[in-house]
Each structure stands twice: as C-alpha cells, then as structure tokens.
C-alpha cells in the first residue's frame, strides 16, 4: 500500500498522517475512528506489549486486567485520559492528545509491570478534582495524590525442606548417568542373542508371567473355601465338660432360690419360713399339705 500527494496537496505532514491511518487500519481499528487521525488535532501511539512479559500465561492475565470486567477499567481510562484505547493482541492502541497519549502510555506499560490500573485511575481522577479548582492550578498537587507502597507478603518457608537441603553433602560433580537400554541389554547378554534367540527368550519370560499369574488368582480363588477360626469356648460351655464346684453350688442356690420365691407368692411357704430356707439350703423346709377328713 503507498501514499502519494497531488497537485492539489497543501499540508505535506498528510503524508505522516495517512501513513497512521494505514497503521491503525492494519490494527484492527475501525474505519470510522481511524479517519479521525487526519485531523490536526488528532495523534496516535501503537505501544507494543508483546516483549513486556516473558510468561504467556502471566501476560494474558495482565492485558486482561488493563481491560477490566466487560471493559469497565479501559472504558475509564477512555474517559480520564481522553483517549480512543484499543487492545488487539501484542499492541494496545492510542488514539487522542499528545498528553493522553503520554498518560495511556505509562499506564499501560505499568499494567504489564504488574501494577493495577486503578491506582493510576484513582490519581487520574484526584488531578481531574484539582484542575477544576484555579486556587490549586499553580501548586504542587504530590501532597494530595495517594502513596500506595508495595505489600510483600511473607509465604510459609518449609523448615524439613531447607534442613534436608542443608544436610547434603555438596559435590561439584554431576550425578551418574543412568544406563540406557543398550547398556542394558551388552550388561546382561541379550544384545549379541540372535533374533530367534530374543524372541524365544521373550516367550519365556512371558510364560512364566502367566504362571504365576494362574496360581496367584488358584489362590485367591482357594481362599474362600477356607473356614474361619473359631473362638475357644469355655470347658463349662461344651457338652461333657467337667464342672467345678463351685459352680455346682451357685447353680443349686439359684435354683433354691426361685423355687423359695414362687412358693412364697403361690402361698405355699410364709415369709418366715422362705428366709429359714435361704439361711440353710441343705435342710430344705416342706409344708406337708392336710388333707380335710371331712
């Protein structure tokens, strides 16, 4: 694409200017907008953010942040700087005064420094406040703009690691290098075996995997007809155990004991009587029942 001037051109920097306007075209700008750069009122800035950052994920981040949600942050440094801002891949766009485009300009290169565009909004705003009052337009406006110092935050330094860092012994040599597979095969012979050889070999090791393999599952198959211990019962428990004693006797005075109690509430035996009984259970107290002769 060229430029040339006609009989009828007056102002020869046209030249520089529609040399911008093919810029701006080539940037994605739209046409009615571009046009604008042939007025003389009218400068613009291609700032190229492609080489700011190294890490692509970092940089995208960044330019997204200049950008701002549904593009409220570019859409309010439009108004403070009145500029026409476009970002569009590596370059970012500048369309307005020679001091907007100096003020866009360091915002966005300190965007990509990591330094938040809305510092530089809230200063934008407080100079914009200050110009409007004439007292304050020949003072130094430093003692009313905000001071913003970087926070470093301190992360969790892990003590094991550093401690097992520390407890190596440090060598200027570098770590041995691991055998490959040739070296591999020429250690254990099976680089000078000839092709037949390989592949029986390779067989074999594959059927002994299978083997191994058919009784690993045999026995597990195996152990689901194996019975579960069982636990030791108590000799007293089991039929034809021997029994001691003692416990002979605790059996008897339980058994005297609720006979003692059911007669009491039948009414066969007295109060007197069922403590007699409890007192001595070897002599065991009989009511005879009377039989009326009438």
Not at 15 to 32: F, G, H, N, W
Not at 238 to 267: F, N
């Amino acid at each position: 694409m060229t430029v040339r001037t006609t009989r009828k051109t007056f102002d020869p920097y046209i030249i520089i200017k529609s040399r911008d306007l093919i810029k701006l075209l080539s940037r994605s700008v739209p046409a009615p907008q571009a046009i604008k750069i042939l007025g003389d009122d009218m400068q613009c800035d291609v700032i190229k953010i492609g080489g700011l950052v190294r890490n692509k994920e970092r940089f995208v981040k960044r330019r997204q942040r200049l950008l701002g949600p549904n593009g409220s942050t570019l859409k309010a440094l439009e108004l403070l700087s009145n500029c026409y801002i476009l970002v569009q891949g590596n370059t970012v766009c500048v369309m307005g005064s020679w001091k907007g485009l100096k003020t866009a300009r360091r915002v966005v290169e300190d965007c990509l420094h990591n330094v938040h565009p809305i510092y530089h909004i809230k200063a934008l705003m407080i100079k914009r406040e200050l110009a409007a009052d004439p007292q304050l337009a020949s003072e130094n406006w430093e003692r009313f703009l905000p001071t913003f110092k970087k926070r470093n935050v301190k992360r969790k330094v892990d003590r094991g690691a550093i401690a097992k860092s520390k407890a190596k012994d440090y060598t200027p040599f570098p770590p041995p290098q691991l055998p490959s597979k040739v070296d591999l095969a020429l250690e254990s012979g099976e680089y000078f075996l000839s092709k037949e050889a390989k592949e029986q070999r390779k067989a074999e090791l594959k059927a002994t995997k299978q083997q191994a393999g058919v009784q690993a599952s045999a026995q597990r198959r195996a152990e689901a007809f194996v019975a579960p211990k069982e636990e030791a019962r108590r000799a007293s428990e089991t039929h034809g155990g021997a029994v001691s004693g003692q416990e002979v006797d605790a059996m008897a005075a339980g058994l005297k004991k609720r006979a003692a109690e059911k007669a009491a509430k039948t009414g066969r035996l007295s109060r007197e009587e069922v403590g007699r009984f409890m007192e001595e259970p070897e002599q065991a107290p009989r009511k005879k029942a009377k039989r009326s002769t009438q």
